[in-house]
């Protein structure tokens, strides 16, 4: 019975975790006063410590991947996942739960539709 609550509980923390870094990634998004370039920078920035890896955002050109936005200007990720037939990011590592692509779109959707 105690596992149960227990599991309840780490269930309830990551809901909360998500929903916090879903609204940090809202309100960057609808502040009108930044550029794309910083708004991505910021949700790299949020979606780097969420996911503890380093993440750059990706201008896709053909086969070409066209660093835009993220930690540093220096790209050192090999995993990629592409966002839409425009965008994509590059990590250091991949990332190992299909529910973690879906969040990652999901809070990228609208920003990079624009």
Not at 1 to 30: H, P, T, V, W
Not at 53 to 67: A, D, H, L, V
């Amino acid at each position: 019975m105690a596992d149960l609550s227990c599991k309840s509980q780490e269930s309830r923390f990551e809901m909360n975790k998500i929903n916090g870094i879903f609204e940090q990634i809202r309100n960057i998004y609808l502040n009108d006063e930044m550029q794309l370039n910083t708004k991505l920078t910021k949700i790299a920035k949020e979606l780097s410590m969420y996911f503890d890896t380093e993440i750059y955002f990706c201008e896709i050109k053909g086969k070409r991947w066209s660093f835009v936005a993220g930690n540093s200007e220096t790209v050192y990720g090999s995993w990629r996942l592409k966002l839409n037939d425009r965008w994509g990011i590059i990590s250091t590592r991949e990332l190992a739960k299909e529910s973690d692509i879906h969040l990652i779109n999901d809070m990228t959707r609208g920003i990079l539709s624009d």
